[in-house]
Nanobody
Framework: QVQLVESGGGSVQAGGSLRLSCAVSGGTYSRYCMGWFRQAPGKEREGVAT????????YYANSVKGRFTISADNAKNTVYLQMNSLKLEDTARYYCAAHFSTGGCFTYATAFPYWGQGTQVTVSS
């Protein structure tokens, strides 16, 4: 059973930075696509970034390109989302998700069967 546990959320002023972490247990870590999604109140869940832990290929939503960086530490079975230059519209609950992969990543939420509980990110002016 794959388990995902997020940490690192919090409150920050616009322009600030946060780093989210997602610890993965169970399964074969090196063969996952890991994704970060977010959902704000009243909005649909949005894909933010993905990374294939077996090779490092990444994807970013246009709204976060140049500001967010996804990375994986295979020795620690942990995926990170470094968020810089945070904006008010980045406020959401952020979720870590995973699907098994042999070389690539899907970017839509329904492709990911494994999810964490989420961590809240609140950006204020």
């Amino acid at each position: 059973q794959v388990q995902l546990v997020e940490s690192g959320g919090g409150s920050v002023q616009a322009g600030g930075s946060l780093r989210l972490s997602c610890a993965v247990s169970g399964g074969t870590y090196s063969r996952y696509c890991m994704g970060w999604f977010r959902q704000a109140p009243g909005k649909e869940r949005e894909g933010v970034a993905t990374i294939y832990t077996g090779g490092g290929g990444t994807y970013y939503a246009n709204s976060v390109k140049g500001r967010f960086t996804i990375s994986a530490d295979n020795a620690k079975n942990t995926v990170y989302l470094q968020m810089n230059s945070l904006k008010l519209e980045d406020t959401a609950r952020y979720y870590c998700a995973a699907h098994f992969s042999t070389g690539g990543c899907f970017t839509y939420a329904t492709a990911f069967p494994y999810w964490g509980q989420g961590t809240q990110v609140t950006v204020s002016s």
